[in-house]
């Protein structure tokens, strides 16, 4: 009876944290296409070589340190100035409204990132953004490139995502199987793997983060419409794919702006004019 009881208020305490989460539905069937098909049999092969294989949090970070000190010494980066005070301010609203979340993911480290996560602005004409172990870097080039708060907004929320949904975790547990690391010399893994990070991610874990960033954007009270000009502006310029990694591998910004407006209209009966 006793042990009865218990069992219903551990229940209750559950299902009482779980009250006020927000869950939304993230449709990635939006981004559906054949590269996918290479990808799940690539995610399959690694799946059966590493089922052991967990990647914990201080690993995570011990590599996004190692990716700054890379874009360190090869960039000039800003951690102060009015720009800067723009990207952290806009990160540190964004970051307040993951917990207000379920878990979209079955990443077991969701929502424990949050201390961790530091912003940089990196000097470069190149248009691009990424993140590894909680640090997010925005280029110059794609700081100018975006027109407003909102706009920033989806670009910082949909890095965070690639950490808050495991994809970080995911790249590295990918290279430690494809590199045979068993040992303790995370730091030897770390120094080869920056450039492996810079790259995006397959289509699915950018929809993915496209649609999450939306929400934290939305939730943290940026306007969310704005991220399909962003994609649409993009899209136009697909043509000098030199400025613009973050794409480079992706013809697909147009889905992007799609999938972004479906998602909204959808989960939150917003209609975008774009
Ligand atoms: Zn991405």
Known sequence: ??????FILILF???NTMIGQKKTNHDLTCYANSLDVLEEVENDLFTVFSTNEKVTIAEELEVGEVVYEKMKEKHTIRTSGSDYDRVSEIMNALIKQISTFAN???NENFSK?????KIYIIESNEINAFTAGARIFVTTGIYNFCKSKDELACIIGHEICHNELGHIAEKIKKYKTASGYLGDELGAIANNIGSFLTQPFNQKNEGHCDLFGLDLAR???YDACQNIQLWSRMNENNGEKDIFSIFSSHPYSGDRATCSKNHLKKNYNMNCNN
């Not at 009876?1 to 218990?6: G, P």
Request: aromatic content about 16%; proline content about 10%.
């Open 1 to 6: 009876m006793k042990r009865n009881f218990l």
């Open 104 to 106: 979209p993911t079955s």
């Open 13 to 15: 305490l559950n299902a």
């Open 113 to 117: 990132y949050k201390p961790h996560y």
């Open 219 to 221: 939730a943290a009270g």
